[in-house]
Protein backbone atom coordinates (compact mmCIF):
# COMPACT_ATOMS: atom_id res chain seq x y z
CA UNK A 1 0.00 0.00 0.00
CA UNK A 2 0.90 3.69 -0.63
CA UNK A 3 0.40 6.12 1.65
CA UNK A 4 0.61 9.87 0.86
CA UNK A 5 3.41 11.67 3.06
CA UNK A 6 1.75 14.53 5.44
CA UNK A 7 2.95 17.63 5.29
CA UNK A 8 3.45 19.40 8.65
CA UNK A 9 4.55 22.51 9.71
CA UNK A 10 8.24 24.36 8.48
CA UNK A 11 10.11 25.30 11.41
CA UNK A 12 9.55 29.15 10.09
CA UNK A 13 5.70 28.47 9.64
CA UNK A 14 5.71 27.25 13.69
CA UNK A 15 7.70 30.68 14.82
CA UNK A 16 5.58 32.83 12.52
CA UNK A 17 2.47 31.11 14.54
CA UNK A 18 3.67 31.60 17.88
CA UNK A 19 4.79 35.47 17.33
CA UNK A 20 0.83 36.01 15.96
CA UNK A 21 -0.46 34.24 19.27
CA UNK A 22 2.32 36.18 21.54
CA UNK A 23 1.46 39.46 19.92
CA UNK A 24 -2.31 38.42 20.75
CA UNK A 25 -1.64 37.64 24.22
CA UNK A 26 0.54 40.94 24.74
CA UNK A 27 -2.64 42.88 23.82
CA UNK A 28 -5.33 41.08 25.20
CA UNK A 29 -3.94 40.17 28.46
CA UNK A 30 -4.04 43.68 30.06
CA UNK A 31 -7.90 43.61 30.11
CA UNK A 32 -8.45 40.23 31.16
CA UNK A 33 -8.80 39.64 35.22
CA UNK A 34 -8.23 36.51 35.89
CA UNK A 35 -10.33 35.68 39.43
CA UNK A 36 -10.05 39.08 40.60
CA UNK A 37 -6.24 38.42 40.79
CA UNK A 38 -5.64 42.31 39.97
CA UNK A 39 -7.93 43.31 42.81
CA UNK A 40 -5.77 40.76 45.57
CA UNK A 41 -2.99 42.42 44.22
CA UNK A 42 -3.84 46.01 44.69
CA UNK A 43 -5.34 44.80 48.33
CA UNK A 44 -1.88 43.33 49.66
CA UNK A 45 0.37 46.00 48.54
CA UNK A 46 -1.99 48.63 50.49
CA UNK A 47 -2.19 46.15 53.15
CA UNK A 48 1.94 45.90 53.03
CA UNK A 49 2.41 49.18 53.66
CA UNK A 50 -0.27 50.10 56.28
CA UNK A 51 1.58 47.34 58.27
CA UNK A 52 4.97 48.38 57.02
CA UNK A 53 3.77 52.11 58.44
CA UNK A 54 2.45 50.43 62.16
CA UNK A 55 6.43 49.07 62.00
CA UNK A 56 7.94 52.34 61.23
CA UNK A 57 6.17 53.79 63.86
CA UNK A 58 6.95 52.02 66.81
CA UNK A 59 10.29 50.71 65.74
CA UNK A 60 11.72 54.64 64.60
CA UNK A 61 9.43 56.27 67.10
CA UNK A 62 8.17 58.68 64.80
CA UNK A 63 5.04 59.53 63.23
CA UNK A 64 3.17 58.98 60.18
CA UNK A 65 0.15 59.96 58.66
CA UNK A 66 -1.81 58.00 55.28
CA UNK A 67 -4.41 60.34 53.42
CA UNK A 68 -7.13 58.10 51.72
CA UNK A 69 -8.02 59.83 48.84
CA UNK A 70 -11.70 58.25 47.08
CA UNK A 71 -12.19 60.57 44.67
CA UNK A 72 -8.53 60.37 42.79
CA UNK A 73 -8.43 56.47 43.57
CA UNK A 74 -4.86 57.73 45.92
CA UNK A 75 -3.21 56.70 49.21
CA UNK A 76 -0.54 59.35 50.76
CA UNK A 77 1.96 58.83 52.78
CA UNK A 78 3.40 62.22 55.41
CA UNK A 79 6.62 61.26 57.87
CA UNK A 80 6.99 63.74 60.94
CA UNK A 81 9.03 63.41 63.82
CA UNK A 82 7.21 65.41 66.20
CA UNK A 83 3.60 64.71 64.83
CA UNK A 84 3.22 68.46 64.13
CA UNK A 85 4.99 69.08 60.91
CA UNK A 86 4.46 66.87 57.98
CA UNK A 87 6.81 65.84 54.66
CA UNK A 88 6.94 63.82 51.91
CA UNK A 89 9.06 60.64 53.08
CA UNK A 90 12.28 60.22 51.62
CA UNK A 91 11.76 56.28 51.91
CA UNK A 92 10.64 55.04 48.45
CA UNK A 93 9.01 51.95 50.32
CA UNK A 94 6.36 54.64 51.46
CA UNK A 95 5.67 56.20 48.14
CA UNK A 96 1.85 56.96 47.07
CA UNK A 97 -0.42 54.62 45.55
CA UNK A 98 -2.70 55.06 43.32
CA UNK A 99 -4.60 52.68 42.12
CA UNK A 100 -4.98 50.98 38.71
CA UNK A 101 -6.19 48.16 36.92
CA UNK A 102 -10.16 49.27 37.57
CA UNK A 103 -9.36 49.01 41.38
CA UNK A 104 -12.34 51.77 43.21
CA UNK A 105 -11.26 52.99 46.48
CA UNK A 106 -15.12 53.06 47.48
CA UNK A 107 -14.63 54.98 51.22
CA UNK A 108 -12.56 53.97 54.34
CA UNK A 109 -14.35 53.74 58.04
CA UNK A 110 -11.98 55.29 60.36
CA UNK A 111 -13.35 54.27 64.25
CA UNK A 112 -14.35 57.80 65.63
CA UNK A 113 -14.59 59.23 62.28
CA UNK A 114 -17.27 57.07 60.20
CA UNK A 115 -17.11 56.25 56.64
CA UNK A 116 -15.30 58.72 54.08
CA UNK A 117 -16.11 57.79 50.46
CA UNK A 118 -15.37 61.69 48.90
CA UNK A 119 -13.01 64.12 49.63
CA UNK A 120 -10.19 62.86 51.73
CA UNK A 121 -9.17 60.64 55.61
CA UNK A 122 -6.19 60.95 57.26
CA UNK A 123 -4.99 58.13 59.72
CA UNK A 124 -1.97 59.01 62.20
CA UNK A 125 0.35 55.71 63.09
CA UNK A 126 2.00 57.54 65.59
CA UNK A 127 3.98 55.47 68.00
CA UNK A 128 2.01 52.85 69.79
CA UNK A 129 -0.72 54.21 69.00
CA UNK A 130 -3.31 54.38 65.63
CA UNK A 131 -7.12 53.74 65.30
CA UNK A 132 -8.93 51.28 63.64
CA UNK A 133 -10.27 51.69 60.12
CA UNK A 134 -11.50 49.54 57.13
CA UNK A 135 -10.73 50.04 53.46
CA UNK A 136 -13.02 49.18 50.89
CA UNK A 137 -11.64 48.31 47.43
CA UNK A 138 -14.03 47.20 44.58
CA UNK A 139 -13.25 46.07 40.88
CA UNK A 140 -16.13 44.71 38.56
CA UNK A 141 -17.91 43.54 41.29
CA UNK A 142 -15.84 41.96 43.30
CA UNK A 143 -15.28 43.78 47.29
CA UNK A 144 -12.22 43.01 49.48
CA UNK A 145 -11.86 44.92 52.77
CA UNK A 146 -8.24 45.74 54.22
CA UNK A 147 -8.85 45.81 58.08
CA UNK A 148 -6.18 47.51 60.51
CA UNK A 149 -6.41 46.75 64.04
CA UNK A 150 -4.26 49.28 66.31
CA UNK A 151 -4.64 46.96 69.23
CA UNK A 152 -2.97 43.65 67.85
CA UNK A 153 -0.79 45.75 64.90
CA UNK A 154 -2.55 42.90 62.58
CA UNK A 155 -3.47 43.75 59.15
CA UNK A 156 -6.03 41.45 56.93
CA UNK A 157 -7.46 41.19 53.45
CA UNK A 158 -11.12 40.26 53.85
CA UNK A 159 -13.44 39.10 50.80
CA UNK A 160 -16.31 41.32 50.59
CA UNK A 161 -17.14 44.37 53.06
CA UNK A 162 -16.65 44.05 56.36
Not at 69 to 85: A, C, I, K
Not at 149 to 159: F, Q
Amino acid sequence: MYCKATRGLTLIELIIVMAVIGVALVIVSPRLDFGGARLDSEARRLAMLIRHLDDSANSKKIYYRIWFRPDNERVDVEVSGDGLEYAAPQDTAFSAQTFRHGTDLEDVTIEGIGKVSRGEAAVVFSPGASRAFNVHLNNSGKALTISYNPYSGRVKVLDGRV
